[in-house]
């Protein structure tokens, strides 16, 4: 599979929906597969909120191939010997794209917490400003889980001719209080960390030392990301044999597991851009607000299609049996599909899980 990684500097601002604006910004994208001659074999690739443009593949010494490698590559659901597939990482992000840290060109010095708040739309923009430099006016397909699905969603009602297909899996039309609740815990715990310095900590102490309030944010998203059956199969009641029961501070597996993969987190992901990002999410609103959702549904022209997993903890299948039910009320049943999943690993199935729906994507892109 050939595999390209890139970048590409805007020198114009992209318009906000704040109405705030961005005079200059970056994406960094990660590209798979060949180009054809007129164009018409792409496929776009949306991430979640800690996901980067480095969806698939492996470089040279890389330790672990990009996130959704188990779907995308060569002979795979997204076959990339057929389509030309492109992620960006988003503006906001932690991975190269245009971000907190980045330098404001108005102050020369880094945006900070002086940073534009992003919606989805705002970072959907930004990336058809890279599809027109690119010269791709269409896609076959855009696909995306988490975050991702919430900007597949926007792309259908805000871009409805862009792609035939749009492939939302484990997202919702808006996000509930429940996602509000659980960001909030992290939101509260970076804020409140001393070492976050109110926005102004050194870059190389987070890489050395981390940052206790984003490692506990990231804890509470390890939760919801995982689900209770999953936590009783894997881990159980076992205890850490190195612990003693009536230690304080003793652990059982599944605190262990937590501290593992929350502890490392800071070291290469910006608690800024995760304050940020959680914001992006809070405020997602398919509707735009509007009275009904039905208003922006209308618009949609492609063929939307939903992928939901039965014990996702997150984004609850209820949440995507709305978008198909509402597309049905307004007539569009022809252009509306809905697949729920019997997964076994949460939210995370979308990404660990793809035995259970690469065939249904299959049969998708064959139309």
């Given at each position: 599979?050939?595999?390209?990684?890139?970048?590409?500097?805007?020198?114009?601002?992209?318009?906000?929906?704040?109405?705030?604006?961005?005079?200059?910004?970056?994406?960094?994208?990660?590209?798979?597969?060949?180009?054809?001659?007129?164009?018409?074999?792409?496929?776009?690739?949306?991430?979640?909120?800690?996901?980067?443009?480095?969806?698939?593949?492996?470089?040279?010494?890389?330790?672990?191939?990009?996130?959704?490698?188990?779907?995308?590559?060569?002979?795979?659901?997204?076959?990339?010997?057929?389509?030309?597939?492109?992620c960006s990482n988003n503006i906001g992000s932690s991975y190269g794209s245009t971000s907190p840290l980045s330098i404001n060109p108005s102050t020369k010095?880094?945006?900070?917490?002086?940073?534009?708040?992003?919606?989805?739309?705002?970072?959907?923009?930004?990336?058809?400003?890279?599809?027109?430099?690119?010269?791709?006016?269409?896609?076959?397909?855009?696909?995306?889980?988490?975050?991702?699905?919430?900007?597949?969603?926007?792309?259908?009602?805000?871009?409805?001719?862009?792609?035939?297909?749009?492939?939302?899996?484990?997202?919702?039309?808006?996000?509930?209080?429940?996602?509000?609740?659980?960001?909030?815990?992290?939101?509260?715990?970076?804020?409140?960390?001393?070492?976050?310095?109110?926005?102004?900590?050194?870059?190389?102490?987070?890489?050395?030392?981390?940052?206790?309030?984003?490692?506990?944010?990231?804890?509470?998203?390890?939760?919801?990301?995982?689900?209770?059956?999953?936590?009783?199969?894997?881990?159980?009641?076992?205890?850490?044999?190195?612990?003693?029961?009536?230690?304080?501070?003793?652990?059982?597996?599944?605190?262990?597991?937590?501290?593992?993969?929350?502890?490392?987190?800071?070291?290469?992901?910006?608690?800024?851009?995760?304050?940020?990002?959680?914001?992006?999410?809070?405020?997602?609103?398919?509707?735009?607000?509007?009275?009904?959702?039905?208003?922006?549904?209308?618009?949609?022209?492609?063929?939307?299609?939903?992928?939901?997993?039965?014990?996702?903890?997150?984004?609850?299948?209820?949440?995507?049996?709305?978008?198909?039910?509402?597309?049905?009320?307004?007539?569009?049943?022809?252009?509306?599909?809905?697949?729920?999943?019997?997964?076994?690993?949460?939210?995370?199935?979308?990404?660990?899980?793809?035995?259970?729906?690469?065939?249904?994507?299959?049969?998708?892109?064959?139309?």
């Amino acid at each position: 599979m050939k595999i390209e990684t890139k970048i590409h500097k805007f020198n114009e601002p992209l318009y906000l929906e704040s109405g705030r604006l961005l005079e200059e910004f970056e994406i960094v994208y990660e590209t798979y597969g060949e180009l054809n001659e007129d164009k018409s074999n792409v496929i776009v690739i949306c991430h979640a909120l800690s996901g980067s443009h480095h969806a698939a593949g492996r470089y040279e010494n890389e330790a672990k191939a990009g996130w959704w490698d188990k779907f995308i590559g060569d002979g795979k659901a997204i076959d990339t010997k057929k389509y030309f597939v492109i992620c960006s990482n988003n503006i906001g992000s932690s991975y190269g794209s245009t971000s907190p840290l980045s330098i404001n060109p108005s102050t020369k010095t880094e945006y900070r917490l002086k940073f534009p708040v992003l919606t989805i739309s705002d970072i959907v923009n930004a990336q058809m400003k890279l599809y027109k430099v690119l010269g791709i006016e269409n896609a076959i397909a855009v696909v995306g889980g988490s975050m991702g699905g919430m900007q597949t969603l926007c792309y259908s009602i805000e871009h409805p001719k862009f792609a035939k297909h749009y492939i939302a899996l484990a997202c919702t039309a808006y996000t509930r209080p429940w996602v509000i609740a659980l960001n909030k815990v992290a939101i509260e715990a970076i804020r409140h960390d001393p070492n976050f310095k109110n926005g102004y900590y050194l870059k190389d102490d987070l890489k050395a030392s981390g940052l206790v309030g984003l490692a506990v944010g990231r804890m509470t998203g390890l939760i919801a990301y995982l689900s209770p059956q999953l936590f009783d199969k894997k881990f159980g009641r076992d205890y850490v044999d190195t612990d003693g029961l009536y230690e304080l501070f003793g652990r059982f597996e599944i605190e262990k597991y937590l501290e593992y993969n929350s502890y490392s987190f800071p070291k290469f992901f910006d608690p800024l851009s995760y304050l940020y990002i959680c914001k992006t999410l809070n405020i997602f609103d398919a509707g735009r607000n509007k009275d009904k959702l039905e208003d922006s549904f209308l618009k949609i022209e492609g063929n939307l299609h939903l992928i939901a997993f039965a014990d996702d903890m997150l984004f609850f299948p209820n949440e995507m049996e709305e978008i198909r039910d509402i597309m049905i009320k307004i007539g569009k049943s022809e252009q509306i599909s809905y697949k729920l999943v019997d997964s076994s690993s949460g939210h995370d199935s979308f990404l660990v899980e793809v035995e259970k729906f690469e065939e249904h994507v299959r049969d998708i892109l064959k139309d």
